[in-house]
């Protein structure tokens, strides 16, 4: 499911009939914070698995016989 046109449209002037114009831009400004955030948290949990492979992997190697 996919939004048109029309259908952003009407979104946008519902949200500005309910925040008003002088709310709209705190109101981006607390979205983009919030998806900050959130990758941030993302990023962070997947470098945390990541490193717990690696570590994991490296912990089970067999020793190299020369």
Do not use: C
């Not at 941030?40 to 490193?51: F, L, S, V």
């Amino acid at each position: 499911m996919s939004l048109g046109g029309s259908e952003i449209l009407l979104i946008l002037a519902a949200v500005l009939l309910l925040f008003g114009g002088k709310k709209i831009p705190e109101l981006m400004r607390g979205l983009g914070k919030g998806m900050r955030e959130f990758n941030d948290a993302k990023n962070n949990i997947r470098k945390e698995i990541e490193d717990g492979i690696n570590v994991k992997d490296t912990q089970e190697a067999p020793p190299k016989q020369a």
